[in-house]
């Protein structure tokens, strides 16, 4: 279990979504931007120069707990439905424009809020996964404890390429 302890109350604080074989997550203290590495693997942002590239909308059941994340990129679409389209944990919405991505298996039906966020980045490996930022503001203490709780891969993020 991965506990939060305050971060959540910046406003520079970020979630990292690694999207590859098995999802990977990461607490920032910044926006990322430019590259980063995980392990072997560099990433490069898709996104450098765009204002507000993603937009984002909270998945939950009809509980109200949160499940996963609503995805609705505005940019590189194709490179990012390709990256995304084969992976167990995320439905593709549509001709590919937006992505659903669980963080755990829902137990009930699944709704999407109409709270959403946007800004955040998007990122590109040098194999082909791909990485997307979501602000921590836009997420409330329960759905952080959920997070925190879920049973995913906690990785560890180096600056640059």
Not at 4 to 18: E, H, M, N, T, Y
Not at 37 to 53: A, M, S
Not at 60 to 81: A, N, Q, Y
Not at 100 to 106: D, G, S, V
Request: proline share 3%; hydrophobic share 40%; charged share 20%.
């Amino acid at each position: 279990m991965v506990t939060f302890q305050g971060k959540a109350d910046s406003r520079d604080a970020w979630l990292l979504l690694v999207c590859r074989s098995h999802l990977g997550l990461a607490l920032t203290t910044s926006e990322l931007s430019g590259s980063f590495r995980v392990g072997d693997e560099v990433y490069d942002d898709l996104t450098v120069g765009q204002d507000f590239p993603v937009f984002y909308d909270r998945l939950r059941e009809t509980s109200g707990k949160l499940v996963g994340f609503e995805v609705l990129p505005l940019v590189d679409r194709g490179v990012i439905s390709t990256a995304l389209r084969a992976l167990h944990y995320v439905h593709v919405l549509g001709e590919g424009t937006a992505f659903q991505i669980l963080i755990t298996r829902p137990a009930e039906r699944v709704e999407r809020t109409t709270d959403q966020a946007f800004g955040g980045r998007v990122f590109k490996s040098t194999s082909g996964w791909l990485a997307l930022t979501v602000p921590l503001y836009f997420l409330d203490p329960s759905d952080l404890q959920t997070i925190g709780q879920a049973n995913l891969d906690w990785i560890l993020v180096e600056a640059g390429g």
